[in-house]
Each structure stands twice: as C-alpha cells, then as structure tokens.
C-alpha cells in the first residue's frame, strides 16, 4: 500500500463531504438544516478527517519527514499541523451547536460560518498537501523511510477497518453526500 495515494483517497473522500457540507452551510443560513445533521458532518470530521485521516499524516509521515531533515517549526509541516489546529477550532464551534436542540437566527449565522471557514480551510489544505507536501515527501525521503511510512499507515488502516470505522465512515460520508447535494 502507498500511504500517499491512501492519503489523497481520504482528500477525496473529505472533499466530497466538503460538497455537501457547502449546502448544508446554505439550508443553515435558512431554515434548513437542522443540529442532527451537523452532528453527522461533525462525527465524519472528528473520526475521519481528523483521527483517522490527519492522525495518520501528524502521527506518521510527518514523524518521518522531521526525521528525514524538514523542521519541525516554521516549515511546511509546521503550516500544516497550524491548519490541523484551525480545523479543530471551527469543528468546536460546531459541535457546541451540534448539541442544542435547536437554533435560533443568530445560532444559524454562527453555525454556517463554522461550516464555510472549515470547508474553506479544508480545500485549501488539501491543495496544499496534494499538489507540494505529499511530492516533497516522496521527493525527499529514502525508499526505506517512505516503506515504513506505507507499512505504518497500512497497520493504522488495517486497525481502524478491523474496528469497522472506516465502513462505517465512509459509508456516512455517501449518505451526506447523497443527502445534500443531490
């Protein structure tokens, strides 16, 4: 398994509920949408994208990568760890909201613009990690380094699909994305 493709498989799983989560931040601002559909785009984000998905780049490759001579602070890696945290800032926000039993105008307002800032964040992000840190990466470390990466995350991978999450997951990303943009 290469952990790269297995990483931009995951962006594009990401970006297809970033689609439906653009329409969902539109019924927001209406009267659509409701806190149980927020908590499904915030279980998706909190389990996929950010335990399964970022844990696997901030517990594994970008491990290797310092290892490997990127720095640690003031570097790409850096950036992106930066937008991890950004990610999780909006994704709070969310998930308070996510709670309530219903929302008044100004909980709407709120809850949309959590939604657009990280689905904003979110597509540049991956941009980012697609188009220069995954090829610097695969430029710059070993073909040893980069099989540990691919073995590591190929166990990561193996623990969460025998736990059944990554079914489970993908199979809630489908259903928002069939839901809101169809």
């Known amino acids: 398994m290469d952990a790269i493709e297995l990483l931009m498989a995951e962006h594009r799983t990401i970006e297809r ?10 019924k927001a601002r209406g009267q659509g949408g409701t806190p149980d559909d927020l908590r499904q785009f915030v ?16 517990g594994i490759l970008f491990v290797e990568m ?17 937008e991890h945290e950004m990610g999780r800032g909006f994704v709070g926000v969310m998930a308070e909201h996510a709670r309530q039993a ?7 307002q709120v809850v949309a613009e959590a939604a657009a800032g990280y689905s904003s964040l979110l597509r540049q992000h991956i941009e980012k990690e697609d188009e220069l840190l995954y090829p610097m990466a695969r430029d710059q470390l070993t073909p040893d380094a980069m099989a540990g990466v691919d073995q ?6 193996n623990e969460q699909q025998t736990k059944g999450n990554v079914a489970r ?14």
Request: charged residues 25%.
């Open 102 to 108: 219903a929302w008044s105008e100004g909980d709407r």
């Open 17 to 26: 509920v970033l689609d439906a989560l653009d329409v969902f931040v539109v």
């Open 169 to 182: 997951l993908e199979g809630l990303a489908a259903d928002l994305h069939q839901r809101f943009t169809k």
């Open 66 to 82: 310092v290892k490997s001579g990127f720095p640690s602070e003031g570097g790409p890696i850096a950036v992106m760890k930066s």
């Open 43 to 58: 279980t998706f984000i909190r389990e996929y994208a950010d335990l399964s998905h970022h844990g696997k780049e901030e």
């Open 152 to 157: 590591r995350c190929l166990s990561f991978q």
